[in-house]
């Protein structure tokens, strides 16, 4: 329950974050400090909620740190399952993915029109061949999943300390 709280949690702060961005003229920077931020705190949010989910059902069951370690990675599991599919859904259904690839050209080339050296230029263009942009994609997936994870079993933790047996560890 908590990671598809998660996953819900995560889209509705995103929908806010723009709207907030929109609304009070922020560039596209803080927009996206806002998103990150709040992300992380629903992560956290979820990682706790599952404790406390976990604690309202077993109220007899000790919850140590590590208890609320573990329940906080299965909701942060959970949640990246809830919040990647529908992504990665919408990417192939609506096509997004030559958009995508188009911003991060536009970015490697304004970051390769900086450098003066011909080789840094090169090498800036090698990132923009199919194999490139895969394995920067495949490692971007993996690095959120990590955060997903580390984030939400942080939560559980938190949750533990708030909600578990105060002498277990």
């Not at 949010?45 to 208890?67: F, L």
């Not at 990417?91 to 450098?115: C, N, P, W, Y």
């Not at 923009?128 to 920067?136: D, H």
Request: charged share 10%; glycine share 12%; proline share 4%.
């Amino acid at each position: 329950m908590a990671g598809l709280l998660l996953a819900l949690a995560i889209f509705l702060v995103s929908f806010i974050a723009v709207a907030v961005g929109l609304i009070l003229h922020l560039g596209q920077g803080p927009i996206g400090l806002l998103l990150l931020l709040g992300s992380w705190g629903c992560m956290l949010a979820a990682g706790a909620a599952a404790v406390r989910v976990y604690r309202r059902r077993r109220p007899e069951s000790a919850i140590s740190t590590g208890m609320g370690a573990r329940l906080g990675i299965v909701s942060g599991l959970l949640g990246f399952l809830f919040y990647s599919v529908p992504q990665a859904l919408r990417l192939a259904l609506f096509h997004s993915g030559a958009a995508i690839r188009d911003t991060m050209q536009k970015a490697v080339e304004q970051a390769a029109t900086q450098s003066p050296d011909p080789r840094a230029q090169e090498m800036m263009r090698n990132f923009m061949s199919p194999g490139a942009l895969a394995a920067i994609f495949t490692f971007l997936v993996v690095l959120f999943f990590l955060v997903f994870l580390v984030f939400s079993s942080l939560g559980g933790v938190i949750g533990a300390a708030i909600w578990g047996d105060k002498h277990s560890s």
